[in-house]
């Protein structure tokens, strides 16, 4: 698992993880593509899977929260991939650890890994918190 770095102010943990294969797959797609991107729409159908771009394809602004950024590193060089979600659904979703998970399966034709036969999935847990009394 590949922890992304803290990005959001005031904040000590992390809120989203790749799994091995996730890595794995955009390290491939990284030959392919160059620099890669994340963004969590939270729409329907498709919309709910984290989406892959190439990096700077999808514009963000300040309607979207960057949630974490990964180092995917090879042997070559570090390889950075932002994660970003849209603010609206970052307001339903603050109190979750998302993991990038890959499952076979063709997900949306907007998504760079839709070719590979695989998409990339949100598996989602309740974020740990630290209780002050303990």
Known sequence: MIEAAVTLADETRSRVTLTDTSATLLRH???????LMFHQSGGCCDGSSPMCYPAGDFITS?????????????ADAA???DFWMSREQFAYWSHTHLTVDVVPGRGSGFSVEAPEGVRFLIRSRLMETVDPFA
């Open 79 to 81: 390889q950075p991939i």
């Open 29 to 35: 797609l990284w030959q392919s593509y160059g620099p």
């Open 62 to 74: 300040d309607q979207d929260v960057l949630l974490g950024r990964f180092e995917i590193g090879t």
